[in-house]
Each structure stands twice: as structure tokens, then as C-alpha cells.
């Protein structure tokens, strides 16, 4: 063991005296190179590209395909007509598969009094806190999924029944953070005004 230690520091010896400091440098920076592609590779960027709003009307007895919107209309008078959905596209930066991510959302809304001259409005805590699960992300691909059971119109009529409403929906996602992540790209927030 001691024989082949005392080998090993005289051909590095060799090595460091053949080689010119430029060359060197070279191998040193090339070295880092591969160590820096390397490590980019193996912690791939996930990324939240974009969360769209859609809502299906009831026509009659029909339910309209599902649109997306920028705002939603909501009556305070009456039955909520409208389906709400909300896609949420996510995006693998890498060039390598990432398994087993976890989403995280949290819907909330901007309140106001019904019937008062007084039109403040203040945001509410999260009405709703879940999880989204997907499995696998090819590498330099994108997937969309689908936020179906919001529970926005159980709130509403519950809000509606105690004299308020609301002039927003808003929502805060984020991917469960993993090793080498930068977080500015890891979390997205999302609001969706409510017109009457």
C-alpha cells in the first residue's frame, strides 16, 4: 500500500514537471468545466411556465367546452353557472428524466362586503392547501396538469350566505424544492380578477 502511494506522488511528479503552467491552467479549467456540466446535469431545472384559468358554462342543460379567461364572472345573486379549471404547465430544463415531483397550491380569495359603500377589499388566507403528484418529466419537455376540484364554489356560497364576496381568486403554486434548485424559478403566483 505504501509502495503504491509513493508511485502515485512520483507520477503526478512526472506528470506536473512535462506539463508547461499554461497547460496546466488548461487542464485545471477544462477539469472544472466538466465538473460545473456535470452537476447541471445531474440536478436538472424544474420550472413552473405558466398557469391558465379556464372556466364551462351551463347553457341550458349543456356544459360549454372549457375556454380560458382572464377574468371570471360570478353573480352574487343565484347559481354559479361556471366550471372553474386551472392548467398548470411545468417544464424540465435538463437533458435528463426527473421522477417523482411534488406541486404544491394554495387558492385564496380577495373579499369585499356585499351591498356596502365601503368597496375594501382584503385577501383571505388559503381557503384550500394541496398537493399535485407528477410522476416523470422527459428531458426538455413540458407537462400540463389540471386543477379540477377547487372548492371555489362551496367558499363562495358560504362567503355569499355571510354577506361578502369576492373581487379575485388568487394562487400560489410551487415545486417541492430539490437539491441544486434555483427557488425563483421553483414557485409562481397566479390571480384571476371576479367581475359581477
Same mark, same amino acid.
Given at each position: 500500500?505504501?509502495?503504491?502511494?509513493?508511485?502515485?506522488?512520483?507520477? $503526478?511528479?512526472?506528470?506536473?514537471?512535462?506539463?508547461?503552467?499554461?497547460?496546466?491552467?488548461?487542464? #485545471?479549467?477544462? &477539469?472544472?468545466?466538466?465538473?460545473?456540466?456535470?452537476? +447541471?446535469? +445531474?440536478? +436538472?431545472? #424544474?420550472?413552473?411556465?405558466?398557469?391558465?384559468?379556464? %372556466?364551462?358554462?351551463?347553457?341550458?342543460?349543456?356544459? $360549454?367546452?372549457?375556454?380560458?379567461v382572464k377574468e371570471v364572472l360570478i353573480k352574487p345573486e343565484g347559481k354559479? @353557472?361556471?366550471?372553474?379549471? #386551472?392548467?398548470?404547465?411545468?417544464?424540465? =430544463?435538463? @437533458?435528463?428524466?426527473? =421522477?417523482?415531483? %411534488?406541486?404544491?397550491?394554495?387558492?385564496?380569495?380577495?373579499?369585499?362586503?356585499?351591498?356596502?359603500?365601503?368597496?375594501? +377589499?382584503?385577501?383571505?388566507?388559503?381557503?384550500? #392547501?394541496?398537493e399535485l403528484r407528477i410522476s416523470k418529466i422527459k428531458s426538455s419537455r =413540458?407537462?400540463? %396538469?389540471?386543477?379540477?376540484?377547487? &372548492?371555489?364554489?362551496?367558499?363562495?356560497?358560504?362567503?355569499?350566505?355571510?354577506?361578502?364576496?369576492i373581487d379575485a381568486i388568487g394562487m400560489e403554486i410551487m415545486i417541492e424544492?430539490?437539491?441544486?434548485?434555483?427557488?425563483?424559478?421553483?414557485?409562481?403566483?397566479? %390571480?384571476?380578477?371576479?367581475?359581477?
Amino acid at each position: 500500500m505504501i509502495t503504491l502511494k509513493i508511485r502515485i506522488k512520483m507520477t $503526478l511528479k512526472k506528470i506536473f514537471k512535462t506539463m508547461s503552467g499554461r497547460q496546466m491552467v488548461k487542464n #485545471i479549467v477544462n &477539469g472544472s468545466l466538466l465538473v460545473f456540466m456535470c452537476s +447541471a446535469a +445531474a440536478f +436538472a431545472q #424544474i420550472t413552473i411556465e405558466d398557469v391558465n384559468w379556464q %372556466v364551462s358554462k351551463i347553457v341550458g342543460a349543456k356544459r $360549454l367546452p372549457f375556454v380560458k379567461v382572464k377574468e371570471v364572472l360570478i353573480k352574487p345573486e343565484g347559481k354559479i @353557472n361556471e366550471k372553474i379549471r #386551472i392548467l398548470v404547465s411545468v417544464r424540465n =430544463e435538463g @437533458n435528463k428524466v426527473v =421522477e417523482g415531483l %411534488v406541486l404544491r397550491y394554495a387558492l385564496k380569495f380577495k373579499i369585499v362586503k356585499l351591498n356596502s359603500a365601503d368597496d375594501t +377589499a382584503i385577501w383571505s388566507v388559503p381557503f384550500r #392547501i394541496e398537493e399535485l403528484r407528477i410522476s416523470k418529466i422527459k428531458s426538455s419537455r =413540458e407537462q400540463t %396538469v389540471k386543477i379540477l376540484n377547487t &372548492g371555489i364554489n362551496t367558499e363562495l356560497k358560504k362567503l355569499r350566505s355571510n354577506g361578502f364576496w369576492i373581487d379575485a381568486i388568487g394562487m400560489e403554486i410551487m415545486i417541492e424544492p430539490r437539491k441544486g434548485d434555483d427557488l425563483n424559478k421553483n414557485i409562481h403566483q397566479s %390571480v384571476i380578477t371576479s367581475k359581477q
